[in-house]
């Protein structure tokens, strides 16, 4: 039992803490064998979770195993009924978050040793593992050699998110673009407009954009009818800028966009940067694949790397389809020298022998921030665990499931793909009637998703797309597979939802 003396502090003895692991796991456990029960969205009203937490921090601790039953008790009554439940099989919205049982043991692992990462000398297993299992990761997703750590120059490194994978990737470009320079320009930033926001965040965050709305800085350029960024506008963007002072240094291209999962033609793009002399003066390629990157541990999608030889950064999230939890993105690099030129900060109290010898690496140099946890564990777990097969397994599974809901879709004149099938993501809607306004069309599709997710069974998103060919946009829905415990069933009930509300819409 806990010392209970006035002034003692409280901790958990090794008995207490043990016990009270045990039933956390326990109702870890009991959480995902209930997660049909919960309505897939959280229905509670803004503030509803707040107004049942005390105002003020407690002035007494728990005082062991008895107290502790009040935590239970809210998780219960507090936390549950304001949880969107992300690991639901009825999940479809945004793109997949995994947790899978190897990953939450992992993440266990990690904060129970409490390692601090940022050095090798801090703790040389966690720089080691992670060099390892993203040595893996490349091996098993197929990226070029020239990305591994034994190849001499390039290497990855788990970041949080690839928001952060593409602010280093742009802060990397910045410095090199300076150096190959030899002064300071004015720079600028090519991106799709389906590209994420991260992006346009990432500029923010570097100085290379002076707000919001700069679209001198960052070119947020039109694509083709399949979403795609179109080669010969950003080579346009780029002679345009250049003929104007201007120096183009970073482009980002993505692999599976957030709307629609649309494919940017990334060996057509590195051409034009090659064409443009964008390469020659130190210009940056970073290929944002978060999502459909996990997607490339089966050989059958790896066509999309056409190219990849010439990116100077990839990054994906095992965290979004690859049955790790987050955070967790594995961001790669040809060129690490990059990172350490435009990242390395070195006080004296972080100076050692290990780090000075140059023998080592320090992931603190490849990220924003000084401190790292061992993230490496619970990727180290899925890998071994799953192995490669039942990683192609999974993901494979997702594709099949969303190859059946899309042609459920083409067989029901009442409702259209509003593009092809990218993978496990399909975005569809209801057809305009005859003569209906567009406006009408994305009406009845708005109160559709509406109605669909207020049952609380499935819960989807949608997106916007641009229209083609002056056409105007579309409010078209989005069906994202990718929870570990999504079966045909599930799928097959929501499109049943879909079809029976679609009667009255």
Known sequence: MSDAREGAVPHLSSEEFRRLGHRMVDWIADYWSRLESFPVRAAVAP???????????????????EGWEAVFRDLEEV?????????????????????SGPAVLGELLSAGLGVQGMLWSTSPAATEMETRVLDWLAELTGLPASFRSDSGTGGGVIQGTASEATLVAMVAARERVRRALGRETELVAY??????????????????VRGVSDDVHLRQLGTDGTYALRPEVLEQAIRE?????????????????????AMDPVRAISEVLERTGFTASGGWLHVDAAWAGSALVCPEHRAMLEGLEAVDSFAFNPHKWLLTNFDCNAFYTRERKALLDALSVMPEYLRNA???SGAVIDYRDWQVPLGRRFRALKLWFVLRHYGAKGLRAYIREHVR????????????????????????????????????APAATDARNRQLLERL??????????????????????????????????????????????????KEA
Request: with cysteine; proline share 8%.
């Open 354 to 356: 290990a780090t000075a």
């Open 401 to 436: 499931q969303a190859e059946l809901f899309a042609s459920w879709v083409e067989a029901d004149e009442r409702f259209e793909l509003s593009t092809p099938r990218s993978l496990a993501l399909v975005c569809f809607r209801l057809r305009p009637a005859p003569g209906e």
């Open 453 to 502: 997710n207020a049952g609380g069974k499935a819960f989807l998103t949608h997106t916007v797309l641009p229209g083609v060919d002056g056409a105007p946009a579309r409010y078209v829905l989005r069906m994202a597979i990718g929870s570990p415990r999504t079966e045909e069933r599930h799928v097959r009930a929501v499109w049943e939802q879909l079809a029976a509300l679609a």
């Open 47 to 65: 503030g509803e979770v707040m107004a049942k937490l005390p105002a003020h921090p407690p002035e007494d601790g728990l005082g062991g195993d």
């Open 241 to 261: 800028d250049l003929a104007a002072g201007r120096q183009p240094f970073f482009v980002c291209a993505s692999l599976g966009t957030t709307s629609s999962g």
């Open 79 to 99: 936390v549950l009924p304001g949880i969107t439940h992300w690991q639901s099989p009825s999940f479809f919205a945004y793109f997949p978050a995994n947790a």
């Open 191 to 208: 991106t799709s407009t389906q590209a994420h926001s991260s992006v346009l965040k990432a500029a923010m965050l570097s100085g290379v």
